[in-house]
């Protein structure tokens, strides 16, 4: 009988030991699984910081592109009217909401281009050619999204920055400078200082 009972002792666990290996596997895969629910936030939190930044640097780097071949020509608008190769404000400077316009080269020709913030998203403005026909209206494409706010400043020729451009009857001329400030809506101020050829 002793041998039995000796041999049902060896032969497997009892149950008190089961449910005490289940409680530590219990534990354990909490532990574990909390660790990976945590990668997988902070991996989701860095990719969209990380796209937010991606996106931003492509904007700048058109901003950049766009003052380094700013053209000192200057263009007809709808009514025939000369404007300023280079023009902005504060507000929106014509019916198209553009904040910001320039023409520049690109590709051995001349283009008329600007930017405007509509409803968080600020959008480039292509106009399908540098002399305006009558109710042209300009092609918008969104540049970068979750924009709060969009400023620009120009420094003229004494050294002074003036909220926009041109200045009275200075039509032809570019201003020396101009800095554009980016508020995102994540809180981040981006200002950046082109000076223009």
């Known amino acids: 009988m002793r041998r039995i009972d000796s041999l049902r002792r060896e032969g497997g666990f009892t149950l008190i030991e089961i449910l005490i290996a289940l409680a530590v596997f219990s534990v354990l895969a909490v532990i574990a699984y909390q660790g ?8 989701l939190v860095l990719d969209a910081d990380n796209r937010k930044w991606r996106e931003l640097t492509v904007a700048l780097a058109r ?17 025939g009217i000369a404007q300023s190769p280079v023009r902005g404000s504060a507000g929106s400077i014509d019916a198209n909401g553009a904040q910001l316009e320039l023409v520049r080269f690109d590709a051995g020709q001349l283009i008329h281009l600007g930017y405007r913030l509509r409803e ?5 403005l292509l106009w ?6 009558p109710r042209s209206a300009p092609t918008a494409l969104p540049l970068l999204e979750k924009v709060s706010q969009f400023q620009v400043r120009f420094l003229d020729d004494n050294t002074q920055w003036q909220l926009a451009w041109p200045q009275g009857s200075k039509n032809d001329k570019l201003p020396r400078g101009v800095e554009m400030v980016l508020t995102l809506q994540s809180g981040e101020i981006i200002t950046r200082l082109f000076i223009l050829p």
């Open 36 to 43: 990976v629910a945590r990668m997988a936030t902070t991996k």
């Open 63 to 79: 901003f950049d592109e766009d003052f380094s071949q700013v053209a000192n020509r200057q263009w007809m608008d709808e009514g």
């Open 120 to 124: 968080g998203t600020l959008e480039l």
């Open 128 to 133: 399908p050619s540098l002399d305006l026909a």
